[in-house]
């Protein structure tokens, strides 16, 4: 018999084993993928009163990991076996998987679904976000993703590939694969937020099309490296001259903001046009953006896949699949209901420029151009070309209120001068056709003795894995700005130089 017991006064369990605390977890992990050590030794603590070392949950976790989905090394070679599945269950679907024919070492898996491709083409407006998220599994590596507004401003998925690490190699694979998956050759967006190797790929592959930066990403390397050396009330004074340079939406607009930063800060305005202006200002961009400024739909995708994301990749890409599946049969239901001509969105905002609308006084004289008066100014609205001198209407293809004024003067429909990407019809069409589900209760096991894909060599580095997103291109170090002197490569408490006149 066993002389060992457990203290009374003591939380610790001789009988804590890893398996014992994975059988207690396995069926949150199920549910619950990213189920996170730290909070299983809370669990733990709160449902029995025994205290779990951190290690010892992180441990337990992987012998969940591996009963629920199986050893993480063969997940590689039954890509191999699910891409099967998606080509019978989900034909016209673009697929390449890449491994090294001297190693057998997996190297990067794209995957595009035929309804992904399909809606976009009918139901999403020729803009694609571009981004990548960091895997948190223990292989390491990186999602590449390619997404869509649709009709009611929603993420649309158009396809996703897991590759080593992003770099320019892997992102233009990506873009040839995407190029690929898209069925027609309409002019197309991308919008970026100028990963590494993203800036060279974007024109090596679509020439013909436009790639806008993400102005978020602009504003924190113009911040960085042009307004640094600034105090504060310049700096945030600067941070608005920029946002006026990026909203403009005329040339004359565009320049008047250019010579506000010129006043203000002659070197800001240099690296303003020393910085690719042409790829985040209104003004100068000589695509169609349809307003979009920002990359924040990309972030949101990265959001979305979150729990997939640390999960072997077979479950991982099917977890992203199930999740493609029910948003899109949760919207097409959604949509089935739906009495409005646009979109819920869109009609809220259509609402909203109406009102402003009253405001308006309306002048015709041909029946083609109108003069709309609003306060002191005047603008020229011209129905049949859609455009307005206030540029709104050309950039959101929705009627700004100077075009709603004279659209309701004229006595014609509204809606008839609205893009048809924002009508529920088109949203509709986006999910006409659906993501099948892929059956996997024949799914063999695999020995680990048996694979032919062989799971990538990774390296951890020393210390906690990274968790903040590596830094977008362009991005300067960082350089000490003295406060008292306002010079570079020191700070106050080393500087010898005369203060600034100004404060003194």
């Known amino acids: 018999m066993s002389t060992r017991a ?18 207690l977890v396995k069926k949150k992990m199920a549910h619950t993928p990213h189920y996170r050590p730290c909070d299983m030794v809370k669990d733990i603590a709160s449902d029995y009163g025994v205290c779990v070392p951190y290690h010892q949950a992180w441990c337990s976790r992987e012998v969940a990991v591996r009963d629920l989905h199986g050893d993480v090394r063969t997940s590689y070679d039954m890509l191999r076996w699910y891409s099967e599945r998606v080509m019978e269950t989900n034909p016209g679907s673009i697929i390449d998987m890449v491994v090294d024919e001297e190693t057998h070492l997996f190297k990067s898996y794209f995957l595009c679904f035929a309804a992904c491709a399909y809606g976009y083409e009918v139901g ?11 895997i948190t599994d223990k292989m390491q590596g990186v999602i590449l993703a390619a997404s869509a507004l649709n009709g009611n401003d929603e993420l649309f998925t ?33 919008i970026s937020d100028r990963a590494k190797g993203l800036k060279e790929a974007v024109p090596e592959i679509f020439p013909m099309d436009h790639h806008g930066y ?38 004359s607009e565009y320049l008047a903001a250019l010579s506000e930063m010129e006043r203000k800060s002659p070197e800001s305005e240099d690296w303003i046009l020393k910085n690719d202006v042409e790829h985040w200002a209104n003004a100068q961009f000589p695509g169609e953006r349809y307003g979009q400024m920002y990359s924040n739909l990309a972030e949101s995708f990265n959001a979305w896949i979150k729990p997939a994301r640390g999960l072997p990749i077979l479950q991982m890409v099917e977890t992203i699949r199930r999740q493609i599946m029910e948003m899109g049969g949760r919207r097409r239901t ?18 909203k420029i109406m009102f402003s609308a009253r405001q308006n ?4 004289f041909d029946g083609r151009h109108f003069q709309v008066m609003n306060g002191n100014k005047t603008y020229v609205v011209n129905i049949p070309e859609w455009t307005c001198s206030c540029h709104k209407w050309q950039l959101l293809k929705i009627p700004c209120e100077h075009a709603c004024a004279a659209i309701a003067c004229s006595h014609k429909p509204l809606y008839d001068h609205v893009s048809p990407f924002y009508t529920t019809n088109t949203y509709r069409a986006g999910y006409a056709v659906t993501v099948n589900p892929i059956n996997n209760n024949d799914m ?61």
């Open 158 to 190: 158009i396809a996703f590939a897991i590759a080593d690490s992003e770099t320019y190699e892997n992102w233009k694979w990506f873009l040839y694969n995407l190029k690929k998956a898209l069925l027609t050759e309409r002019s197309t967006m991308l």
């Open 444 to 504: 063999p096991c695999m020995n680990i003795n048996d694979i032919q894909v062989k799971p990538p060599i990774t390296k951890r580095f020393p210390g906690r894995p990274r968790k903040k997103r590596i830094p977008s291109r362009g991005k300067a170090e960082h350089i000490y700005i003295c406060s008292r002197c306002k010079q570079e490569g020191h700070n106050r408490r080393i500087c010898r130089n005369p203060m600034l006149q100004e404060d003194i």
């Open 6 to 23: 457990c203290d009374l006064k003591s939380q610790h369990h001789p009988r804590t084993s890893k398996k014992w605390i994975a059988e």
């Open 124 to 134: 999403c407006r020729p803009l694609i976000f571009l981004d990548g998220s960091h």
């Open 361 to 364: 006084s309306v002048i015709t």
């Open 334 to 351: 959604e949509a089935a209901n739906w009495e409005t001509t646009l979109c819920p969105t869109i009609e809220k905002v259509l609402a």
């Open 214 to 251: 993400c102005l978020r990403h602009i504003e924190a390397n113009f911040m960085t490296e042009a307004a640094a050396r600034y105090r504060k009330s310049l700096k945030d004074s600067l941070g608005k001259a920029l946002n006026k340079v990026a909203f403009a939406l005329s040339e």
